[in-house]
């Protein structure tokens, strides 16, 4: 996978999102995170091609969790990102 283009990571009123900006009419977007999902957007976006399993570690690594919860939170977020349209 990877992020599409267009999408970008921001900080609003302290809170971060991922913005979208098409150019096509309608096609703007803003998706809030949280901390941790931002954290793996950011990873995601260093990777480049990244996997579920490559974030999964990435997590693990970072915080206090363990692997198969890493793995179970990694897939869920990046099925959400790619429903939304902000992977491929």
């Not at 283009?5 to 971060?16: A, D, F, M, N, S």
């Not at 309608?26 to 957007?41: E, I, M, P, T």
């Not at 990244?50 to 897939?75: N, W």
Request: charged share 25%.
């Amino acid at each position: 996978m990877k992020q599409k283009q267009g999408y970008t990571l921001r900080h609003v009123c302290g809170k971060p999102v991922v913005m979208y900006s098409g150019k096509a009419e309608g096609q703007r977007k803003v998706y809030q995170l949280s901390d941790a999902a931002a954290w793996l957007w950011h990873k995601a976006a260093e990777q480049g091609d990244f996997t579920v399993e490559s974030l999964a570690h990435a997590l693990y690594e970072e915080y206090d969790i363990t692997r198969e919860d890493a793995l179970s939170d990694v897939a869920e977020l990046t099925a959400q990102w790619q429903q939304e349209g902000m992977v491929e």
